[in-house]
Nanobody, 123 residues
Framework: QVQLVESGGGLVQPGGSLRLSCAAS????????MRWYRQAPENERELVAS???????NYANSVAGRFTISRDNARNTVYLQMNSLEPEDTAVYYC?????????????????WGQGTQVTVSS
């Protein structure tokens, strides 16, 4: 069984910072792309940032220059450093990853989501 567990969410004032973490565990052979999504109330889930296994990163226009995605492959963990937070960043943040997992018959590719962590930006 594979799990993605996020942590680091909370309440922060506008202009503040938070660092989200997402740790993958289970019968993982390899982790390929990892991503952070967010979903605000009554909005669709949107892609915030993504990172390849080699460290190549991409960002949504709304967060570029304020957020930084990184990963520690040895720890199977992806991070999202969020600076200069704005009330519009308030959402549930979800981790997503493309994994290759071990099975009885070898390896198979799969996509997994974490359970989400709430980020609230408010004074």
């Amino acid at each position: 069984q594979v799990q993605l567990v996020e942590s680091g969410g909370g309440l922060v004032q506008p202009g503040g910072s938070l660092r989200l973490s997402c740790a993958a565990s289970g019968r993982i052979f390899r982790i390929n792309d990892m991503r952070w999504y967010r979903q605000a109330p009554e909005n669709e889930r949107e892609l915030v940032a993504s990172i390849t296994s080699g460290g190549g990163a991409n960002y949504a226009n709304s967060v570029a220059g304020r957020f930084t995605i990184s990963r520690d492959n040895a720890r199977n963990t992806v991070y999202l450093q969020m600076n200069s937070l704005e009330p519009e960043d308030t959402a549930v943040y979800y981790c997503n990853a493309d994994l290759e997992i071990r099975t009885m018959y070898g390896y198979t590719g799969t996509n997994h989501w974490g359970q989400g962590t709430q980020v609230t930006v408010s004074s």
